[in-house]
Every structure is written in structure tokens, then in C-alpha cells.
């Protein structure tokens, strides 16, 4: 999924199809899709590494983002539009990520109003705040060799790309 800059993942997919329809609004894309709801084009979502809900679960609830963010962001009223999802979760995990593990379940967005964007998401990236801890990786590994800890950020922290 490509998302918009914000600090919660709720708003990647509702950011990026309002994002993507402004884009196409304003003039600035390859190809003219502004239509493309209205004609029967799909949505399609990537989901990440990481385990997911249910199918049916994880799809109702991109569904719900995406017409959050179509309503708040580009005012339509109950938006109708194909969505489809490549679930491939079940592929990597024996099951499905039970409701007490799952970290990032959806939920609307309080108020109202179009959603924050990207221009309004805060500066400091997580480059940033990373940036000193891994640059003592980097002395520690050189020094004596060994990338365990390489492995180990690669599989824990980025599991969900």
C-alpha cells in the first residue's frame, strides 16, 4: 500500500486514494482516471510481511478507510467503488492474527473534516530518530564482525513493509 506521510497507518489508504484523486483532478498524472470509479475501475490493496486478521475481517476494513477518506476528503456520499485485496497472510502464518494481537485495527478518524495529509504529518521521520542508534550498529559490527543484529532489526522491526 502506498500511504500517505502520517504517523498512523489508519490513514494510508484513505490518504491515497483521496491524494490520488486530487492528483488526477488537478492535472498532475500520466494518465486521465478521474473516471475511473465512476466506470467500474478496482481499488486493489497490498497488505504487508506481517500477519493480518481474517480475510473478510482486513477487507471490511479497508473497504471502511477507503470510503472514510472519500467522503471526508473529496465529499462524495456514500461512495460506491470495487475494492479487492490481495491477501496473502494465510501463505506465511499457520493462522490469522487473533483481535488482542492485532496492533492496527481500524477505526474512524475523530471529528471531522477532511483526513490529515501528508503536509500536515509531523517532521521528524523515523530515519531520523534512528539514524545515531544505527550508526553505533554499524562501529559495533565493523569492530567485531558480526550482523546479528542486522537479522534480528530485519525480522522484527521491518516485518510489515
Same mark, same amino acid.
Given at each position: 500500500?502506498?500511504?500517505?506521510?502520517?504517523?498512523?497507518?489508519?490513514?494510508?489508504?484513505?490518504?491515497?486514494?483521496? =491524494?490520488?484523486?486530487?492528483?488526477?483532478?488537478?492535472?498532475?498524472?500520466?494518465?486521465?482516471?478521474?473516471?475511473?470509479?465512476?466506470?467500474?475501475?478496482?481499488?486493489?490493496?497490498?497488505?504487508?510481511?506481517?500477519?493480518?486478521?481474517?480475510?473478510?475481517?482486513?477487507?471490511?476494513?479497508?473497504?471502511?478507510?477507503?470510503?472514510?477518506? !472519500?467522503?471526508?476528503?473529496?465529499?462524495?456520499?456514500?461512495?460506491?467503488? !470495487?475494492?479487492? !485485496?490481495?491477501?496473502?497472510?494465510?501463505?506465511? /502464518?499457520? @493462522?490469522?492474527?487473533?483481535?488482542?494481537?492485532?496492533?492496527?485495527? /481500524?477505526?474512524? /478518524?475523530?471529528?471531522?473534516?477532511?483526513?490529515? =495529509?501528508?503536509?500536515?504529518?509531523? =517532521?521528524?521521520?523515523?530515519?531520523?530518530?534512528?539514524?545515531? !542508534?544505527?550508526?553505533?550498529?554499524?562501529?559495533?559490527?565493523?569492530? @567485531?564482525?558480526?550482523?546479528?543484529?542486522?537479522?534480528?532489526?530485519?525480522?522484527?522491526?521491518?516485518?510489515?513493509?
Amino acid at each position: 500500500m502506498v500511504g500517505a506521510a502520517h504517523p498512523s497507518p489508519r490513514f494510508g489508504v484513505a490518504a491515497s486514494v483521496s =491524494t490520488a484523486l486530487a492528483k488526477w483532478r488537478a492535472g498532475q498524472h500520466h494518465e486521465d482516471h478521474s473516471k475511473d470509479l465512476e466506470r467500474g475501475g478496482v481499488i486493489i490493496g497490498i497488505h504487508g510481511l506481517a500477519n493480518k486478521p481474517p480475510i473478510d475481517e482486513k477487507t471490511r476494513w479497508w473497504k471502511a478507510a477507503i470510503a472514510e477518506g !472519500l467522503t471526508r476528503n473529496e465529499g462524495l456520499i456514500a461512495p460506491e467503488f !470495487l475494492f479487492e !485485496l490481495v491477501y496473502w497472510a494465510d501463505l506465511r /502464518y499457520d @493462522t490469522p492474527l487473533s483481535v488482542d494481537d492485532n496492533r492496527e485495527p /481500524y477505526r474512524p /478518524y475523530e471529528g471531522a473534516g477532511p483526513l490529515p =495529509t501528508g503536509e500536515e504529518a509531523p =517532521t521528524t521521520t523515523a530515519k531520523d530518530v534512528l539514524a545515531p !542508534l544505527y550508526a553505533g550498529i554499524d562501529r559495533v559490527e565493523e569492530a @567485531t564482525g558480526v550482523t546479528l543484529v542486522d537479522d534480528l532489526i530485519l525480522e522484527h522491526r521491518f516485518d510489515d513493509l
